[in-house]
């Protein structure tokens, strides 16, 4: 029994990191990853979020973790309106594999976003901002982190460092958009 437990835990370990990630090596301006709203919807349905990230190996171990156990419960316990500890053992392990899913769908999809994003700022593409962007929500004050929550990465990052003041100007060249950093705090914004 404790070498079953082992391996599961050795399997969902190994699971839990992203097995695709983007590099420079394998960096494709064309295959953008899915926004984060898509890649929250997609770790809906065991595995998609996986596929859609190119993990297929990941999204087929969590597939059949997260439907077998509900198909094995209802054939050795059909009809039973009242489950018994064994069947409710079994779809709960069906229930954890796709709670495991969802956090490592999420994951992975922001994980891959985030360096895909990195690398094409990088590289020098412009990355837009979604329309759906709000500009009336910023306020001085927020962090970078903040801000990002908004907006995308920025298409050019200007810095300077004066004594222990670092200042970065964001631009995002194709909406005429600039904003302004004082050691990581939003101070200021142009449009």
């Known amino acids: 029994m404790k070498k079953i437990l082992?391996?599961?835990?050795?399997?969902?370990?190994?699971?839990?990191?992203?097995?695709?990630?983007?590099?420079?090596?394998?960096?494709d301006a064309g295959k953008r990853p899915p926004s984060r709203g898509t890649g929250w919807i997609a770790s809906v349905v065991p595995g998609l979020s996986q596929i859609l990230n190119g993990e297929y190996l990941e999204a087929g171990i969590?597939?059949?973790?997260?439907?077998i156990p509900f198909v094995v419960a209802?054939?050795?316990?059909?009809?039973?309106?009242?489950m018994n500890d064994i069947k409710g053992g079994i779809m709960a392990s069906g229930s954890f594999f796709w709670a495991w899913n969802y956090?490592?769908?999420v994951y992975s999809n922001n994980t891959r976003r985030a360096?895909?994003?990195?690398?094409?700022?990088?590289?020098?593409?412009?990355?837009?901002?979604?329309k759906r962007v709000d500009i009336s929500r910023l306020h001085?004050?927020?962090t970078i982190d903040q801000v990002?929550?908004?907006?995308?990465?920025?298409?050019?990052?200007?810095?300077?460092q004066?004594?222990?003041?670092?200042?970065?100007?964001?631009?995002?060249?194709?909406?005429?958009?600039?904003?302004?950093?004082?050691n990581g705090y939003l101070v200021g914004w142009q449009y």
């Open 162 to 182: 004066v004594s222990n003041v670092r200042r970065e100007q964001w631009v995002y060249e194709n909406y005429d958009v600039y904003l302004y950093f004082e």
């Open 115 to 130: 360096d895909w994003e990195r690398i094409a700022v990088n590289k020098g593409i412009a990355i837009p901002i979604p």
């Open 103 to 105: 956090a490592d769908g």
């Open 6 to 27: 082992g391996v599961f835990l050795l399997t969902l370990l190994l699971l839990s990191c992203s097995t695709n990630p983007v590099t420079r090596e394998n960096f």
């Open 140 to 142: 001085e004050g927020m």
């Open 74 to 82: 209802e054939v050795l316990y059909p009809g039973e309106d009242n």
């Open 148 to 160: 990002l929550v908004l907006f995308p990465r920025p298409s050019d990052i200007n810095v300077t």
């Open 62 to 67: 969590y597939i059949v973790g997260s439907v």
